[in-house]
């Protein structure tokens, strides 16, 4: 069985704050670790995505994710959040020894204020 | 189309109608997914296409619902007998076949049962 868990519903950050948004897993294999962002009104957009390798892995719009295998965890970090950062964040892991099945976080509304 | 496309973006239903979702993926991607998301949660996997067969339904909620993808393109997610907690956004995703990398999302079909 393969789990997200998020522990933050939602995350408030002023402009130019850095940004945090928590996320851990649970795997029986190697994990693939995966970040989506969704917009009001429009499909999962991909972010980043943890496979192997470098523990830090950057991504789209200046997001990147620490993967910490002691932890089990993959935040997703920015260093200076943005108005237009402010969405819906869902974490996803898919276990290695498949090659399909992604399964969700329940995810985090970020809010950022001007 | 350069993305994954979804229709209707909208559908409203009385309760136990029938009801078709269709999912047009990217060209050339082998891999098809249907995922349900109910508000407030995450995407929550029903059942995963590889070329023409279901390789995994077991996320279909019961045996009112059904998905096909006759020629290992188009797919049609078939729900009989609608009942009020049907209502979610069904997003369909698409992936090339052994990667290991991410899903591309449709915008999703919202679907409300009255």
């Known amino acids: 069985a393969q789990s997200v868990a998020q522990p933050e519903d939602q995350v408030n950050v002023a402009e130019g704050n850095p940004l945090t948004v928590k996320c851990t897993y649970s795997?029986?294999?190697?994990?693939?670790l995966f970040w989506y962002v969704q917009y009001p009104n429009r499909g999962l957009q991909f972010l980043l995505k943890?496979?192997?390798?470098?523990?830090l892995v950057k991504g789209s719009y200046g997001f990147e994710a620490e993967f910490n295998k002691s932890q089990t965890s993959f935040h997703l970090k920015k260093p200076s959040a943005l108005v237009s950062d402010s969405a819906l964040y869902f974490c996803?892991?898919?276990?290695?020894?498949?090659?399909?099945?992604?399964?969700f976080g329940a995810g985090t509304t970020v809010t950022v204020r001007a | 189309g350069a993305g994954v496309s979804q229709t209707p973006s909208n559908k409203v239903t009385e309760k136990g109608k029938y009801v078709e979702l269709r999912c047009d993926p990217i060209?050339?991607?082998?891999?098809l997914y249907w995922y349900r998301q109910s508000l407030g949660q995450g995407p929550e996997f029903l059942i995963y296409?590889?070329?023409?067969?279901?390789?995994?339904d077991s996320g279909l909620p019961n045996d009112r619902f059904f998905a096909v993808r006759p020629e290992g393109s188009v797919s049609t997610l078939k729900i009989q007998r609608t009942e009020r907690g049907d209502s979610a956004v069904y997003l369909c995703?698409?992936?090339?076949?052994?990667?290991?990398?991410?899903?591309?999302f449709g915008e999703g079909s919202r679907l409300t049962v009255l």
């Open positions: 795997v029986s294999g190697n994990p693939y």
């Open positions: 296409f590889q070329g023409t067969g279901a390789a995994d």
């Open positions: 995703a698409s992936s090339p076949t052994g990667s290991t990398g991410e899903l591309f």
């Open positions: 996803a892991v898919r276990d290695g020894s498949n090659d399909y099945k992604l399964s």
């Open positions: 060209s050339g991607h082998t891999a």
């Open positions: 943890y496979i192997t390798g470098d523990n």
